[in-house]
């Protein structure tokens, strides 16, 4: 009963961060209409990001978890502008052999710099279990956790929102969704106030 215990609480954290992954991906298909196969390789360029900035850099770790999740979005950001744009109009199958290409891409340049072996990202958590009972787990784990439930239950009530359909109809008229006949027109929206 002990160990079933233990891997229900393992399993709860786990399942987090594998919430956290579907609620981007469902995203990204939901708005975009992308099927993302960089999804996980930016995840992981994330962590790395996480790992050079705090081991190599020096940076604390709390900015280095910000500092990461802005250059993921960059990365991002340039995989839409360079590769997703050029596809528009074209069919699923294009789109999703391109995106699983530049997965192949990203992984296997990770791969290259960082090597296969994992990283200890240093933080500033203790390295002792908490002990609940027969159950333990780590105060990193229990941050992954919190952090996750808080994600979720933050996007949890807008997840049916109008506002997401209103917020998707303004980026189609923008031009800065592949369903619009105006895409890649502009570049920056000129007004956010436009969106309510």
Do not use: C
Request: glycine content about 12%; proline content about 5%.
């Amino acid at each position: 009963m002990d160990q079933a215990l233990q891997h229900l609480v393992n399993g709860t954290v786990l399942g987090g961060t594998y919430a956290l992954l579907g609620i981007g991906l469902t995203l990204v298909f939901g708005v975009m209409r992308v099927v993302n196969f960089t999804h996980g390789e930016l995840y992981a360029f994330g962590a790395y990001m996480t790992y050079a900035l705090v081991s190599l850099a020096g940076v604390n770790f709390f900015a280095a978890l910000l500092l990461a999740t802005l250059a993921g979005v960059a990365l991002g950001a340039l995989l839409e502008l360079l590769l997703l744009r050029r596809m528009r109009g074209a069919d699923i199958d294009s789109v999703m052999l391109v995106m699983i290409g530049a997965a192949l891409v990203l992984q296997n340049g990770q791969m290259w710099i960082w090597g296969g072996v994992a990283k200890l990202i240093p933080n500033p958590f203790a390295g002792s279990p908490l002990v609940f009972g027969p159950v333990s787990v780590l105060p990193l784990r229990l941050f992954v956790l919190a952090t996750a439930a808080a994600l979720l239950l933050g996007f949890w009530p807008n997840l049916n929102s109008p506002r997401w359909e209103s917020v998707g109809k303004w980026l189609i008229l923008r031009g800065l969704l592949p369903d619009s006949p105006e895409f890649g027109k502009y570049v920056v929206p000129r007004t956010w106030r436009k969106m309510a």
